[in-house]
């Protein structure tokens, strides 16, 4: 029996299997793994996540319990869940990344999407079920006033549901994403909006990555449920629930020495020798549509439209990252992101100048390479609950000016001494790039110097730390 519990959709380690049955085991990705695996391993924390793939379910097959830590493999202490496909499917990318992640990141072609009809009551039966299966490890696994700290969209309903199974424990429940005013989440069925809410409310406490997500939680809960709202306290049917902001900053020294491996100095010299000496512009994200990468590009296009007397000189590493390829909206902004591209390349591109490098194959290694030549470093989602990226970027180049968009949770940290843009006007981003790279030398360095600073202030394990003594 465990003391303190993470639960969360993504695990910190995933499985591939070969064609000959042959298991192999690598970090988990996303940001939420990158921030909390390292932490938990040391602290001792027991993870519970689902199995994603055909190797992750093998590997639970052949664990007792789903117990990999048992297992012969170095996880630190994990139970993954084997749900049965059908259910894991529509309850993650039918509900979760469907729907809860378009609405809070405010995503919706309003004329068009959402249409909640039959099939979204049995997706959300299987959203249901999906949360459940959790509950039930979380309930199973817990000590007597065990800690839990349940995480992101995934897994609203799980605080409420093991509430109900062991109400001696400790509940915490965190959103990695923004979260939408009320009259959006209210795009939501009446229904199913009220057990969210209620959902998260079962914790003790909720947490946020900003103020501003927070007070928009706060307000889903006065609108829609007639909560009571004191202070930072929201009391509904009887319960009370502690809201707290925690924004999440990158443990700066691993991963700086993560950064000087042989791997990424190998990278350094691979992209030195294809760039050459010019200044660099870099983005790296997931191919995702909150992350706007698309008017990034046309940022860049207009960038060079404007200001020839770049051309031959810049060079903008663009990596975008597979994202959520089951989604038919996806695949068609992948294909978008490659056609704006090309049409870059087909413009500027000449014998002995590639004004722009995109790379859609995921590489950590690369992207660390990259953020450690970066003259600019280029972040501009519509909507971001934290993003990673602008507070690893400033980490690994001491002279990296930022441009960030105004929607990104991070501007509220960084947005002194960063570029600040919003996401829509593609004008504003492209004279901001100039503005970035002709930023004096030792202003550069100062404004880094404040955004490292700003970056590392709260690491994963203060971070988990400060919701664990919330939890006391």
């Known amino acids: 029996m465990h003391s303190v519990l993470v639960a969360s959709n993504r695990g910190p380690v995933s499985f591939t299997v070969s064609d000959d049955g042959v298991l192999t085991m690598k970090r988990g990705g996303g940001g939420l793994v990158s921030g909390l695996s390292g932490v938990a391993k040391d602290e001792g924390v027991l993870w519970v996540c689902a199995a994603l793939s055909d190797g992750d379910r093998s590997a639970v097959r052949q664990a007792p319990g789903g117990r990999l830590d048992g297992s012969g493999y170095d996880t630190g202490a994990l139970r993954m869940l084997d749900i049965p496909p059908a ?3 529509r309850a993650y990318n039918a509900v979760a990344n469907s729907t809860l992640w378009f609405v809070n990141h405010l995503l919706y072609d309003i004329p068009n999407a959402p249409h909640f009809g039959t099939r979204f009551k049995r997706e959300w039966e299987s959203y249901r079920d999906y949360n459940g299966a959790f509950a039930l490890a979380l309930a199973e696994e817990a000590g007597h006033g065990a ?3 349940v995480q992101d969209y995934h897994l609203t309903l799980t605080p409420a549901m093991l509430r109900a199974e062991r109400p001696d424990l400790r509940i915490a429940h965190f959103s990695h994403t923004p979260w939408a005013p009320p009259e959006y989440f209210s795009l939501l069925p009446d229904d199913v909006g009220r057990e969210v809410l209620e959902g998260i409310l079962g914790a003790d406490h909720a947490g946020f990555l900003t103020a501003r997500w927070a007070r928009a939680f706060v307000d889903c809960c006065a609108a829609l449920l007639n909560a009571h709202v004191s202070g930072n306290i929201v009391t509904h049917e009887g319960r009370s629930t502690r809201i707290g902001v925690h924004p999440l900053g990158v443990d700066g020294d691993a991963l700086w020495r993560r950064a000087c491996e042989p791997d990424v100095e190998s990278h350094m010299t691979a992209l030195r020798d294809q760039v050459g000496d010019r200044k660099l512009i870099v983005r790296i994200d997931r191919t995702e549509l909150s992350k706007n990468i698309v008017r990034g590009l046309a940022a860049y296009r207009e960038f060079l439209a404007d200001h020839p007397e770049w051309h031959g000189r810049v060079v903008h590493l663009a990596f975008a990252y597979p994202s959520r390829h089951d989604l038919p909206e996806y695949r068609e ?5 490659q056609r704006c591209a090309k049409e870059i390349e087909d413009e500027y591109a000449t014998e002995d100048w590639d004004p722009l490098i995109l790379n859609v194959n995921d590489d950590y290694p690369r992207s660390l390479a990259a953020y450690r030549m970066a003259d600019v470093l280029l972040v501009n989602p519509i909507r971001d609950g934290m993003n990673l990226v602008a507070k ?12 960030l968009s105004r929607e990104a949770g991070a501007a509220a940290e960084l947005g002194a001494d960063a570029l ?9 981003t492209a004279d901001a790039l100039h503005r970035a790279l002709v930023m004096p030398e030792e202003e550069r360095a100062a404004r ?8 590392t202030a709260l690491p994963p394990q203060k971070w988990l730390s400060a919701q664990l003594n919330a939890l006391n």
């Open 87 to 89: 259910t894991f499917h």
């Open 448 to 455: 880094a110097l404040r955004l490292k600073a700003a970056a």
């Open 147 to 149: 800690r839990v700290m």
């Open 333 to 337: 902004y992948t294909a978008a992101v």
């Open 420 to 428: 600040v843009v919003n996401p829509y006007d593609v004008c504003e």
């Open 392 to 403: 690893e970027g400033p980490i690994l180049s001491p002279s990296c000016a930022l441009v």
